[in-house]
């Protein structure tokens, strides 16, 4: 793999770094710091408000990067909202779609969600009477689909676990939701950097995702919609730039995306998106997946031979991303993480904005290895000598 | 690989379990750190201003387990005020970079990784409380 040479911040001269937090953040390559500098240098200007020059440049490039996510999603560019992250998109589901919903109504989410996909309902459990349920997790750190309640409007899962790495079973989620009327919510975050998505063959309702896990920048990123249900939701923020006329009596919403895009949005972010998405686009994702399953299954192996590591998720490769989360007993993630970081692993311990999970697994926290298209057998070399390294000290 | 961090002393004051003990639930003060999921309870009493049978339960880290122990070790059976302030003292010393004296110059190493501040200060918060509920 060659991947790894169009990360600047990887090619640092000095000690290796071996990034396996790659599921917090991602690294970004120069085509994205490139887009961005030529919007900077060259067209930065607010959209949509100007008809000078920069102003006219600057609403291109920021029509342009809605086109670039639509293409690597398979949806149109219409139904693309950009947002300041996955959790702005997940929020702006909530206040909107919420809207919709009346007292009595259910939503679905499971028990190994990220909290940005939990406490928007329960915030809209207060506000409006709808009732939160929780699909159950089994051993191995998977979603186990199962009967909906008729009452059920909105299914809201993760497509990939940000702690166990396992694979959602779209399939069985969305015709049972089918069955029961109710909506699909998939939270993207973990699965857009590991190749396009094909929404459409999904079947689902709503996606999604944030940017900087997508080797984009930080501050933004995408909900995607149908535009039956952009057009039927309300909008959430209110401002400039989403709507078609205002009185002093009120307003009338522009139409979707722009409706969902009130004020200033995260413009050189999205256009940092764009080449991203792009980019991403262009690579053998055969390939690549089979690169990052490899280093997956280099690492499950390695952990399972060590002493007192028990891995929280999936023990084969099948329905698996590269996101491994593991306990050491008798060692605390962030002791393992602080020793690791001294022979230049990046890890993340804790637990994962993931709660309730972590309480079903009773354990506090995990520690957590995520791979990206850039890592290498070098930074599973350097992981086992790190937690060798930890193990000693620590246990 | 030395690490500097986790030197002898420290994790050797981590493993001190002389005051540690299983508390049931509801037992003394328990406090969390929301951003890590770390947990520490400190139970213990105060007969004229002498704390005695202190002890603790640590959901933690080894900086946590340590500052527990030290704690702990420096409360017990002395003037709980007095004892309490100078601790408090010394950790804030040392994790700005000063000196103190034992146990807590094994602190010394923290004051670079600032993330880890509030590992060391969690056993404080319970039994800072602990003792303003008595
Ligand atoms: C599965 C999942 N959902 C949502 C989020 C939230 O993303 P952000 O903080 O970028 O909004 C994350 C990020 O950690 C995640 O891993």
Redesign the pocket.
Known sequence: MTLRRHFPLLNQPGPRIAYLDS??TAQTPDIVLDAVRVFETGARANVKRGVHRLAEAATEAYAKARTQVAAYLSVPAEEIVFTS????A?NLVAQSFGALLKPGDEIAVSELE?H??IVPWHMLAARNGVKVNFLPVDGEGRIVPQALSPRTKLVSL?H???VTGAVLDVPAIVSEAKRVGARVLL?G??RTPHGPVDIPALGVDFYAF?G??AFAPHGV?VLWARSELLDAMPPFLGGGEMIASVTMQGFTPANAPAKFEAGTPPISGAIGLGAACEWLGTLDWAAIAAHELRLTGRLLDGLRAVDGVTVIGPQSLQGRAPVVSFDLAGAHPHDICQIMDRHGVALRGGH??AQPLHAKFDLAGTTRASFALYCEDDDIDLFFAGLADAKRVLT | MNDALYHDALMALSKDRTHAAALPPGTGVTVDNPLCGDRVTFDGKLEKGIARDIRHKVRGCALCQASAAALARVLDGKPARAALADAQAAVESVLAGGSAPAPWDAFAPVARHKSRHDCVKLPFSAVKSLFSGT
């Open positions: 599921g917090a992250g996955c959790t702005g997940i990220h940005s996909n993760a990939v676990s940000n939270d975050a973990q944030s900087h896990k990123g994962h904005c």
